[in-house]
């Protein structure tokens, strides 16, 4: 049943986002941006769990992610010089989402 209630929480929040950006995308990128995913995450999974411990560890791993985690935009920055297509940003900012994760877990083992 708690699994059914963060499913909700969490399709709630992508689908208004989703939404929003038809409407107003510079509101929805800032709401985006937000730790609200975060936010929520963080007080379900100590609320599941009861591991202050594991919190922790869990909300450092989000404070490194998220200045690794916005390589993934570069492609879409450059995109108008360089005069790249949809599927070159996306696939290029995988790419260096997969190189950010990959610095995130070395990050990971110091801290």
């Known amino acids: ?4 209630v963060k499913i909700f929480i969490a399709a709630g ?3 208004f986002v989703s939404w929003l950006a038809g ?3 510079e509101l929805a990128g800032f709401l985006t941006a937000l730790p609200l995913v975060s936010i929520l995450a963080i007080g379900l999974a100590f609320w599941q769990h009861q591991d202050m411990a ?12 998220i200045p690794l ?8 920055l450059i995109a108008p010089k360089f005069n790249l297509g949809f599927y070159t940003c996306f696939v290029g900012g995988l790419i260096l989402l997969a190189i950010g994760y990959l ?3 070395k990050i990971m083992q110091v801290i």
């Not at 985690?69 to 879409?76: A, D, L, R």
Request: charged share 10%; hydrophobic share 50%.
């Open 13 to 15: 929040i992508i689908s």
């Open 54 to 65: 594991q919190t922790t560890t869990y909300a450092k791993s989000i404070f490194v992610a």
């Open 69 to 76: 985690s916005v390589v993934f935009f570069i492609p879409f």
């Open 103 to 105: 610095l995130h877990q």
């Open 1 to 4: 049943m708690f699994s059914i």
């Open 23 to 25: 409407k107003r995308p």
